[in-house]
């Protein structure tokens, strides 16, 4: 029968964190495959989202142009607040074609899988920032369903607990601005 040390007790549970270090590591890895395969399809399906959004804003939010700054309803905030909705189709358009190169980059050139949940990130935002102009041109300041939509939509495309907590914390912010912003 061996002698039991402090050493060996030691040396045993090292090993045994770096074995949970390696398996973290690696599921990390895996879910950022997972990830990274879906960015194609994400891109595409969002590019032509935006393209479909760009043609409808007309309909959805009619005919909405800046406020004078001396009227009644105008933004206590200033002048900078007032969005178009040819404003919000042209970035709707720019979003599109945004989406598109990175859908021909990821295609042509494919980065590190590394890269997948900065990648996710950014195509969030890019979805943010259409929501957040949708908001500041609908003439209803509460609005605000595509922003929690967007949320919702983070947490099944975000496997990275640290990625999903991040665009959380950005949308959760952003959504504190434009309700700030937008506060009579």
């Known amino acids: 029968m061996s002698k039991i040390t402090a050493a060996s007790l030691s040396g045993g549970v090292l090993a045994s964190k770096g074995r949970e270090d390696h398996e973290e590591h690696d599921r990390d890895l895996s879910f950022d495959s997972v990830v990274f395969n879906s960015l194609r399809t994400l891109t595409a399906w969002f590019a032509a989202l935006m393209l479909v959004f760009a043609a409808l804003d007309p309909w959805i939010l009619g005919d909405v142009e800046p406020q004078s700054p001396g009227s009644a309803s105008s933004s206590p905030h200033g002048e900078w607040l007032s969005v178009t909705t040819t404003q919000v189709m042209a970035l709707a358009v720019a979003i599109a074609i945004v989406l598109a190169a990175t859908f021909a980059w990821l295609t042509i050139k494919p980065p590190s899988v590394r890269w997948a949940n900065a990648i996710a990130f950014a195509v969030g935002s890019v979805g943010l920032a259409r929501a957040v102009s949708y908001v500041l041109a609908s003439p209803n300041a509460l609005r605000t369903q595509l922003l929690f939509t967007l949320v919702i939509a983070a947490g099944c495309i975000f496997l990275s607990r640290r990625w999903c907590a991040a665009f959380l914390v ?15």
Not at 172 to 184: E, G, K, N, Q, S
């Open 170 to 184: 950005f949308a959760i912010l952003t959504w504190y601005a434009v309700a700030f912003a937008r506060a009579p």
